[in-house]
């Protein structure tokens, strides 16, 4: 049950990434819960390969907020996170 709520949570994580990266809603609440979230998470499960990654996206989140974007850390980023969010569906 917790693994799905990572899984929900990161698809949330996937759509602000995307939302925000293209410009069409910069809300600064959102990105820096989910910047929360990733770190937390990040942290929690630190030593795995997959959850270090979450600290890399989260760092992207904290760009955001400086007007940097990047494609290639985007897709990334993006990929990361619906994958993450697949495998924790298929458990």
């Known amino acids: 049950m917790i693994i799905w709520i990572f899984g929900i949570l990161d698809l ?52 955001f907020v400086f007007g940097v974007r990047f494609d290639l850390l985007f897709y990334f980023g993006a990929i990361l996170l619906l994958y993450k969010s697949i495998m924790s569906f298929s458990h």
Request: glycine letters at 6%; hydrophobic letters at 70%.
């Open 12 to 63: 949330l994580a996937l759509f602000t990434l995307v939302i925000t990266h293209y410009g069409w809603i910069i809300s600064p609440i959102l990105i820096l819960l989910m910047f929360l979230y990733l770190v937390a998470k990040g942290l929690i499960f630190f030593g795995e390969l997959l959850s270090m990654m979450d600290l890399l996206v989260a760092f992207y989140f904290v760009l």
